[in-house]
């Protein structure tokens, strides 16, 4: 008996008697494989199982993510049920999958009368869930059974609000303000801790850089230069005869990449010279003056880090001081999250008219099939990242949140 209940048999084909031979993934045939290869598969579920943990950016199968916490409390710490729920998609009876998408319809429904979470959250809460229960015991949730009615549930509990979906109000940091706000509330120039925040937010706000792409985005997740930038993965370039500092090339995953491909590092580039930033010389400073490191140490040593630990900065730690830093010239701090910096890069751009492909480009969001074609050279991309850092933008940036539609998620509204 496999894990999911009798399966189906083969009809015999005619007189013809079939094959006794163990069907593959039963009892008798794994035991035939543990006597023969002792051993094997027990390192084949942990390895299989590691890289299924792999497979998503969390990198432990999501087990972490807050969708999966708040199903566990309210199945476990609350309805004092299990958590792990794997239904037969073949054998279970019908009422009972409609009893376990009555479940979820319960949890949706507590997520958004009783949490505060948005109709449009909870769906997503719902969708990172059922993935993260198909991956750990091989069906979703239900048995499988499609989760649409839910879907159908939020929207009409949005329609008994009375009102439209209330989003966490999130605006762009304009290159001015971060000026004003680093010098108000930093000091960059002697402090090494003020250094590493002051260089991660001008290269996040140019660059167009997730703060998750820049920092760790969990506190349980470490340092690790495969996903995140360590002080190898930044090249300083200089003018030929004089020595000046011209730019920098930083090397950053893409964190909303799908498949291997997110472990691909892709280049910013990153200008020396700006009327109100300087990232290039804000990394140069960090690296070789403020903070530096021994050589033989760039690749194991985080690019933005706590000096007194070598750990690498968290997202919420840059949260709290871009907030800081807002609240010291007299902005409302509230409305700032991490994220704002991206914003604020977008709405730069958007600012000097650059086109939707560029912005597109620079700031790798999902786009439409003609963008394969587009191909930003590095004297355009000098340009564009030295007019970001030289904006001063209007007070539209809440405008500029749009341009993530296709891929603003809930890890952004950090």
């Known amino acids: ?61 999501n087990d972490s993510h807050t969708a999966v916490q708040s199903y566990l409390n309210f199945t476990i710490n609350g309805l004092r049920i299990p958590g792990r729920r794997p239904l037969d998609p073949v054998s279970t009876p019908l009422e009972r999958k409609l009893a376990e998408v009555d479940l979820i319809d319960a949890w949706a429904w507590w997520l958004v009368t009783q949490q505060g979470v948005n109709t449009e959250t909870a769906w997503s809460y719902v969708t990172v869930a059922n993935a993260w229960h198909d991956r750990s015991y091989g069906v979703g949730f239900a048995g499988g059974l499609s989760l649409v009615r839910v ?114 590092k892709i280049p910013k580039y990153l200008p020396a010279s700006g009327t109100f930033l300087a990232p290039a010389l804000a990394l140069y400073h960090l690296v070789h003056v403020v903070d530096p490191v021994a050589p033989a140490a760039a690749s194991s040593t985080p690019l933005f880090r706590n000096p007194r630990t070598n750990a690498i900065l968290f997202v919420d730690e840059v949260r709290a001081r871009l907030r800081r830093c807002m609240a010291a010239i007299g902005r409302d701090s509230s409305v700032y999250g991490a994220h704002s910096l991206r914003i604020g890069g977008a709405t730069a751009l958007a600012w000097w008219r650059a086109g939707p492909a560029v912005i597109q480009d620079l700031g790798h969001w999902r786009s439409d099939a003609y963008l394969r074609y587009v191909r930003c050279r590095r004297a355009e991309a000098d340009q564009w990242t030295q007019r970001i850092a030289s904006a001063d933008t209007d007070d539209f940036e809440a405008d500029c949140i749009a341009i993530d539609d296709f891929d603003f998620d809930a890890s952004d509204l950090d």
């Open 151 to 264: 879907h159908k549930m939020l929207h009409g509990l949005q329609t008994l609000s009375g009102g439209p979906i209330v989003r966490r109000r999130r605006i762009g940091v304009r290159p001015r303000h971060l000026q004003r706000g680093i010098s108000a509330s930093m000091q960059p120039a002697t402090n090494a801790a003020d250094a590493n925040f002051a260089a991660l937010f001008e290269t996040a706000l140019v660059a167009l850089a997730r703060a998750g792409e820049l920092a760790s985005s969990r506190r349980n997740r470490p340092f690790n230069n495969t996903y995140h930038p360590s002080r190898a993965d930044v090249v300083f370039e200089f003018q030929p005869g004089t020595g000046r500092l011209v730019g920098a090339t930083l090397w950053i995953v893409n964190s909303k990449a799908k498949g291997p491909g997110r472990m691909d």
């Open 1 to 61: 008996m496999t894990p999911y209940g009798s399966r189906v048999r083969a009809p015999d084909a005619g007189s013809i008697p079939l094959p006794r031979t163990p069907r593959p993934g039963t009892a008798g045939e794994r035991a035939i494989i543990a006597a023969s290869q002792p051993g094997f598969l027990e390192a084949a579920a942990a390895g299989v199982q590691a890289a299924r943990a792999a497979s998503v950016a969390s990198g432990d199968g």
